[in-house]
């Protein structure tokens, strides 16, 4: 018993110190966004003074535009792009699940191989399609792949509406038909409803995958009127002759918050949906 005892309170104790080391990245962060360039290169965490001037004065940083621009048009970027994932992803998925139609596995095989394709394959010739609809300097190139289940990570979401969907019993659907509902209403009344944990699950993977593109926001937007929160961070570096760092770790902090506010008050259904989408699978 005192053996058990020990080697427990040993496991324990080399997590807590292998978590500490983990996040003293962050905790170092957390702090740096509180310093000015002088204090930075002290070897304390946190500044005797704490310099709060960093998240103001970073706000308004970039001459003509505030960090409030910038976080609507990010946050009406995910908006649209959130719906029309949820909405195109989960039809194919009930599709796939659910409908028998004429070459139904070839088509699910040719879906399947598209998430063998690196997405830098695809830079080039997406980009000059989209040049060619005059969609540069728009959000026309994030919103319209997703609305065909085709933008990133769709295949993936698709795939996993797909388990999630073929684990539903199908004498739902029997008794639907019963009561004299079409497949859409299948679709909207019976299907869509229980596959809540799923949808949370692609939810979440959608907002932080679209939240952190930066790449994408970098090649397709140009004005400064139309930048997202990532494109802002770096005009900070552009928009002062001596760079604060301060300003730029404080704000860089604050980009964060969304996506861990998210995350956290849907942890609950994101476990849930792995776990049933795995087992189901």
Known sequence: MITSRWKQATRHVFMIIFSLIMIYPVIWWIGAAFKTNADLSSPNLFPKQWQWSNFTDGWKSIPGHSFTDF????FGLELAVLVTTLASCSLVAFGFGRLDFPLKNLWFSMLMMTMMLPGQVLIIPQYAMFHQFGWINTYWPFIVPHALAAGAGGTFFVFLLIQFVRGLP????????IDGCSWWGIYWRVVLPL????????TIF???????????HLLYINSVDKYTVGLALRMINDSQSGLQWGQLLAMSLVSIVPATIVFSFLQKY?????ATTGIKG
Request: charged share 25%; net charge negative; proline share 3%.
């Open 206 to 216: 959608c907002f932080l995958w679209n939240w952190d593109d930066f790449l994408g």
């Open 195 to 202: 596959t809540k944990p799923a949808l949370v699950t692609v």
């Open 270 to 274: 994101f476990v849930e949906g792995i």
């Open 71 to 74: 976080y609507i048009n990010t």
């Open 170 to 177: 199908k004498e739902l659907d029997e008794a639907a038909k």
